[in-house]
């Protein structure tokens, strides 16, 4: 938890500042930065607002600057001045940006403050700070003002990340909610504490990344994070911002890289939250039917106003800058692309060409990917983005969003509405398995089976598998098998990796106890061996984003509800054929015409006995025959087991 002041430092300066206007004097705010604000482009907004630490004549404190464009007065009031709103009054700025700012001497470092803003509008309120860098533990609201001092020990991942977050490099992506992964004691584990537990746990399983669920602070436990209310704030239910960056850090050390989810497309509207602000609709858009989302019953930004956008902005660039994250996923960005997203006619406002495009949404992201790709071109963003929406992930100079990656949503619906039929229907619904290919390389995907399919009564992945629980299990195996050989980088969330049967609940932690389990075990092990053999060959990672990266040998084999493909390296190398068998029937003398001779060593086997299957395969590999097939100069005769997924290896380079 935030480590809260020492008795001497809660002390307001001794008494001596109650009742002391804040001085203006040496303001960290230049007539440039009001500028590039009052613009939209600002992007480091986070050094100039909020609680900036400072020395002035000699008294250290701290100077506050807070956007109030429609206040009639703006007070600082904190746990060092009794929360008297007539002891630190702020002072508007003479620009007319809506500023109000001013420094108060003798806060102490961890001290709890809001700002209570009398608006024009009428009425008052009392606000959290948008740029706070601290909050307090939930549920209380205030502010906490803190200082971003670290010494980092991750420089030679820094020096190195470039490579490993490039769109050519292996990309296994664990899927993390803090609250949730572990428990100690039935508590929260701290940022440190899971910094050890899961950077020992990814490294035995496998994993390159983790992405982590909003981190930023969130009053409403239950929203996991998407419902945000510090955007320059770590969550303090497991530390202070020094203990995440130490998880980032500690991370980095081990050779993992760090997704954060972030969310500028909606936010909730507490009363301590940016919500009407100044008294008025600052940050979200007035009219109902732009501002309000009617499925999350929160507000939208008014992504219009410059001074949002570079609010936005400087959060966004804020976590790369300052804690070390290697990426960003971009939350409900299908939201944002549209004016009518969740409305029925009548319900929204058309652009000013009568279309349902937000525009000014459209122009945030390109500036929040160009910003990134500019300033830390060996990080990513990733897309969360459900639609057909063209080129999320090319680049603005081609029209695109500008987003390095995006998931594809598509493959995991289709996949999953597949992988729930019986095995006996399986070959009426091929084409769910296979569609995928035919836009595979239309944008840079990422292969999720995330949270969202294991929450709301969606059940388990492993439960959504038909079948007894051997089936269950195999078809799981099957599906991992699938998914790893599959264009595109890899993600799963976290629990699936050994099968959890229950739904994902954010009250307690994993099944960790079923682990123990055989098939449970079998299928972590699985996983394991995935990664390891992923992260390890060329072919199935280096040409993701490319038709030169992926040849089918059959896609069409319906009737016995099987497909076999290459996956190829860029230039010389070996191959990999992937067979994978969606039925619990064994196929023996199985016949995949292959481009090379020479021996086809068996790399991978989901139904291995290791892995809690039935042990059966093609001993250990098989010599291809100069007999074609699937217009083939080679073939190979193999036998695939009952629902599995196989990998096999050419010795021979080409």
């Known amino acids: 938890m935030l480590n809260k002041p020492t008795k ?11 009742g002391r206007v804040p001085r203006q004097a040496d303001t960290p705010l230049t007539p440039h930065d009001v500028y590039l604000f009052r613009e939209g482009t600002h992007a480091r907004m986070y050094e100039k607002f909020g609680a900036q630490r400072a020395v002035v004549k000699g008294e250290a404190g701290f100077h506050f600057a807070v956007w109030a464009p429609n206040a009639r007065t703006v007070s600082l009031i904190g746990d060092f001045n009794g929360w008297n709103a007539a002891a630190h009054p702020l002072a508007p700025r003479a620009d007319g940006s809506g500023i109000w700012e001013g420094f108060a001497s003798g806060v102490a470092l961890g001290a709890c403050y809001k700002y209570r803003i009398e608006s024009n509008a009428g009425g008052f309120y009392e606000k959290a700070d948008p740029f706070a860098f601290g909050a307090e533990l939930p549920p209380a609201t205030a502010s906490r003002t803190w200082e971003l001092d670290y010494e980092w020990g991750d420089a030679e991942w820094m020096a190195t990340r470039g490579g490993r977050n490039a769109l050519d490099a292996p990309m296994a992506i664990y899927e993390v909610h803090v609250g949730s992964w572990r428990r100690k004691d039935g508590k929260f584990l701290t940022y440190r504490e899971f910094a050890h537990a899961l950077a020992d746990y990814v490294t035995e399983t496998g994993f390159t990344h983790v992405e982590l669920m909003p981190v930023t602070e969130h009053p409403f436990y239950g929203s ?63 009219d109902p039917r732009q501002g309000y989302h009617p499925e999350w019953n929160s507000s939208i930004f008014n992504y219009g106003r410059h001074e949002v956008r570079a ?42 060409y009568g279309g349902r495009e937000n525009l000014e949404a459209i122009d945030f992201l390109r500036m929040l990917n160009e910003t990134v790709y500019r300033d830390h071109p060996d990080t990513f963003t990733v897309a969360e983005e459900s639609t057909a929406w063209p080129m999320v992930s090319r680049p603005t100079y081609l029209g695109g969003l500008g987003f390095g990656m995006k998931w594809n ?19 009426y619904h091929h084409g769910r398995l296979t569609f995928s290919l035919i836009y595979a390389f239309n944008e840079n995907f990422v292969l999720p089976l995330s949270h969202d399919e294991v929450v709301y009564g969606k059940g388990s992945l492993s439960g959504k598998m038909p079948g007894d629980t051997w089936q ?88 016995k509800s099987v497909i076999t493909f290459l996956r190829k390296p860029r230039g010389p190398g070996p191959l990999v054929l992937v067979a994978c068998n969606f039925t619990p029937v064994q196929r023996e003398n199985y016949v995949i015409g292959v481009p090379r001779a020479g021996r086809w060593s068996e790399m991978l086997n989901s139904d291995a006995k290791l892995y809690g299957g039935s042990g059966w395969g093609s001993f250990g590999g098989v010599d291809a025959a100069p007999v074609g097939a699937h217009g083939r100069m080679y073939s190979i005769v193999v036998t695939l087991p009952p629902l599995s997924a196989v990998y096999f290896r050419s010795e021979a380079d080409g």
Do not use: C
């Open 8 to 18: 001497a430092e809660s002390k307001p300066g001794a008494g001596k500042e109650r």
């Open 224 to 286: 996991w994070g998407y419902q945000t209310t510090g955007y320059f704030a770590p969550s303090a239910r497991y530390g202070t911002p020094q203990d995440f960056m130490y998880l980032v850090d500690y991370l980095h050390q081990r050779g993992i890289g760090v997704i954060l989810d972030w969310v500028p497309s909606h936010f909730p509207d507490d009363p301590h939250g940016l919500a009407r602000f100044d008294g008025t609709h600052l940050y979200e858009h007035a």
């Open 409 to 427: 949503m598509g493959w995991m619906h289709d996949t999953l509405a597949y992988m729930r039929e019986d095995p006996v229907n399986r070959k």
């Open 311 to 352: 609010f936005l902005l400087s959060s966004g660039l804020f976590w790369l800058d300052r804690y070390h994250v290697d990426g960003l996923r971009v939350d409900a960005v299908a939201s944002m692309l549209y004016l009518d997203y969740a409305r029925k006619d009548g319900e929204w406002v058309p652009n000013r």
């Open 472 to 559: 269950q299990f195999a078809g799981l195996r099957t599906l991992y098998g699938y998914q790893w050989a599959h264009p595109g980088k890899k993600l799963l969330f976290m629990g699936s990796e050994f099968g959890q049967r229950r739904e994902w609940t954010h009250e307690g932690e994993l099944e960790w106890w079923v682990a123990e389990q055989p098939e449970h075990a079998g299928m972590q092990r699985w996983v394991a061996d995935l990664n390891q053999a992923y992260r390890g060959e060329p072919a199935l990672w280096q040409v993701d984003f490319s038709h030169e990266g992926f040849e089918w040998i059959d896609a069409n084999d319906a009737e």
